[in-house]
């Protein structure tokens, strides 16, 4: 069989280093510096040099420093594997995945994922500042209506979710506070300060009904991995996190016809194909890193990715099941999107690869083998991605 | 009505006559002249049949709300000047897996059911827009 994630190169590339710059309302550099940064960075973590890397993959909405562009700068005069992904969070995961492709066909042997965004100081996801770079084809019939972000897309989502499963804004404010406890102790994270389920139901109304505390920070820095053969991990400095399996595609938007409600999980096109991917069950899953943009769509994946029924999340926050330090899920442990900073899902990769080494300090997690990586629910674009990260 | 919109449609040869419709005060959209079935938005192919013997054709513009959010923050003065707003995603009556967003015209509060209609709304002499207008309670 084809095309059900079975022969996905299992295990058969490592991510062997990580690098991020700081992340802050204003990096004062632009999206090209900050790249070179957490590159020479996590190439330095790797143990290896810039002159061993001949691949480069990034993502985004045409807002960053492009492959081409830093292959130039780094000096790389060859370049084996490249991959410049349109459409923003929802393919951050994809270009892990491509990645391992690559890697474990010896298309290229050392291949750096990055991510570089200036997502305050300069290109605003929310429209406003200087605007999306590009308008996807699709947007033109949502955008004129004043359906102008995904604050508002995802709301409405939420909306549907209510309506079916009796969901409440509550339930949505303990993801948010969720998050924001397990930044407290992350030095990286932006935002440290405590907030209370009253402090989330009191917070301003952004796109009713999401307040503004169910909303991801706008950030500006970059995050990048190396990823090479499993078997070259072996000899760096670090435990080999192997790439155990990835999926990407099939999401639900309301330019896709032929599905019922928007309620169901995006997550839910792609999951099996994961699983099966990475030889797993969501049971496997140790921790998981959900992409965060905004508080509804963790509750989404934790559906659409098998690990309760629908409408089951509520009980489950309200009885501590996903707490960092207790809990039998632990999720976002170094406070996410929502309260460590949008570096568009791969600072979501950085904080798993130090869990899983063991390097999380106070934030460590007692079962760190293995990690769930998400990107965004693909109800903007049409797609999810998600990757499965094991410890060696 | 004539309204400012910062954000424009970004009409092309799939596109174009979608939007002149609009600012003629249709709501017009893809029908398959073989199997009979509506996409939205207007794409070149059908995307239940896959031909593309389509033509651009009027529906009858009411639906009913599926699902609906209050923007208290827009992005763009030109929407500030409504908010809050009501944004409804109205499920057509012709093909039920066709949603539509659109601002709601209303004196009463969004609901799920809420019957509505199409306003058409000009930009610019070939570029449209709409929102949702409820319709009068019946019974």
Redesign the interface.
Same mark, same amino acid.
């Given at each position: 069989m084809s095309g059900n994630g079975e022969r996905f190169p299992r295990g058969q590339a490592a991510i062997a280093g990580i690098g991020c710059t700081e992340f802050s309302k204003d990096s004062g550099v632009s999206t090209f510096a900050l790249a070179t940064r957490a590159i020479r960075a996590a190439v330095a973590d790797a143990g290896l040099d810039i002159g061993d890397i001949d691949g480069l993959c990034t993502y985004g909405t045409a807002d960053s420093v492009s492959p081409n562009v830093l292959a130039q700068a780094l000096g790389i005069k060859s370049i084996n594997y490249y991959l410049d992904q349109y459409l923003g969070g929802s393919v951050s995961m994809t270009i892990i995945g491509q990645a391992a492709l690559a890697v474990s066909a010896g298309i290229a042997d050392c291949v750096i994922c990055y991510r570089a965004i200036n997502g305050r100081s300069e290109l605003r996801k929310n429209g406003a500042g200087a605007g999306p770079a590009r308008a996807p084809w699709d947007i033109q019939f949502k955008m004129p209506s004043g359906y102008m972000v995904p604050a508002q897309e995802m709301a409405m989502n939420a909306r549907a979710h209510m309506l079916r499963y009796g969901t409440q804004h509550e339930d949505l404010g303990r993801i948010a506070v969720l998050s924001r406890t397990n930044a407290l102790d992350n030095d990286r994270a932006m935002m440290r300060k405590p907030i209370t389920l009253d402090d989330y139901m009191e917070s301003e109304w952004i796109a009713e009904p999401f307040h503004k505390l169910d909303c991801c920070l706008e950030t500006d820095g970059a995050v990048a991995v190396v990823i090479v053969n499993a078997e070259r991990a072996k000899d760096l400095p670090h435990r080999p996190v192997l790439i155990q399996g990835a999926a990407w595609g099939g999401g639900i938007s309301i330019a896709n016809n032929g599905f019922a409600d928007l309620a169901e999980s995006p997550a839910r096109p792609i999951a099996d194909r994961l699983f099966k991917a990475a030889g797993m069950t969501p049971k496997d899953i140790d921790f998981a890193e959900f992409y965060d943009c905004f508080t509804y769509p963790v509750l989404s994946q934790i559906e659409g990715y098998g690990f309760a029924e629908p409408g089951g999340v509520p009980d489950m926050l309200k009885d501590g099941h996903f707490d960092r330090a207790t809990g039998t899920l632990p999720f976002n442990t170094h406070g996410g999107l929502l309260s460590e900073g949008y570096i568009h899902g791969m600072n979501h990769v950085y904080e798993a690869v130090q869990q899983i080494r063991g390097d999380a300090a106070h934030r460590q997690v007692k079962k760190h083998d293995v990690a769930l990586v998400t990107g965004q629910l693909g109800y903007v674009s049409g797609y999810s991605s998600a990757t499965i990260l094991r410890g060696a | 009505m004539t309204s400012e919109?910062l954000?424009?449609?970004?009409p092309d040869r799939d596109?174009v006559g979608y939007w002149q419709a609009l600012a003629d005060g249709q709501l017009v959209t893809s029908h398959c002249r073989d199997c009979g079935h509506w996409?939205? !938005?207007p794409r070149p192919i059908c995307?239940?049949c896959h031909g593309d013997n389509l033509a651009l054709d009027a529906v009858a513009g009411t639906g009913e709300i599926?699902?609906?959010?209050?923007?208290?923050?827009?992005?763009?003065p030109d929407?500030m000047k409504?908010a809050?707003?009501t944004?409804a995603?109205v499920r057509l009556d012709e093909q039920a897996?066709?949603?539509? !967003?659109?601002?709601l015209i209303s004196d009463a509060p969004a609901y799920?059911g809420m019957r509505v209609r199409v306003a058409p709304e000009r930009?610019t002499e070939h570029l449209g827009?709409?929102?949702w207008k409820a319709e009068p309670a019946s019974g």
């Open positions: - | 919109r954000v424009k449609p970004m596109t996409t939205w !938005p995307s239940n599926y699902s609906w959010i209050v923007v208290h923050r827009s992005t763009t929407m409504y809050p707003y944004l995603l897996d066709i949603y539509i !967003p659109g601002r799920r930009i827009d709409l929102a």
